[in-house]
Nanobody, 123 residues
Framework: QVQFVESGGGLVQSGGSLRLSCAAS????????IGWFRQTPGKEREFVAA???????IYADSVKGRFTISRDNAKNTLYLQMNSLKPDDTAVYYC?????????????????WGQGTQVTVSS
């Protein structure tokens, strides 16, 4: 079973940037799509962005134009470049992978999850 290790989270001021990384223990090309989700206490998990193995990307409306998802298959690593951060972006960010075809927003369709990395944006 693949394992993911997220990193790059931290504390940043509003308007700042962070780059999250998600290192996979095996070939990411084995998975049709990989993505980022986030969650804050008391709220439901929220889709952020996803990328398919041929490069198709989708984003949540709340992050479109500010966040960029990318993958480096040679390094088995997924990235999330986050710019113009807002306090509402504060959450634990998780990477996830799905085996079945289609790049989707529903977390229920993702099979494997990382442990998460905390992102805190101060106002």
């Amino acid at each position: 079973q693949v394992q993911f290790v997220e990193s790059g989270g931290g504390l940043v001021q509003s308007g700042g940037s962070l780059r999250l990384s998600c290192a996979a223990s095996e070939l990411m090309t084995d998975y049709y799509a990989i993505g980022w989700f986030r969650q804050t206490p008391g709220k439901e998990r929220e889709f952020v962005a996803a990328i398919g193995w041929i490069g198709i990307t989708i984003y949540a409306d709340s992050v479109k134009g500010r966040f960029t998802i990318s993958r480096d298959n040679a390094k088995n690593t997924l990235y999330l470049q986050m710019n113009s951060l807002k306090p509402d972006d504060t959450a634990v960010y998780y990477c996830a992978a799905k085996v079945s075809p289609a790049v989707v927003r529903s977390g229920d369709e993702y099979d494997y999850w990382g442990q998460g990395t905390q992102v805190t944006v101060s106002s």
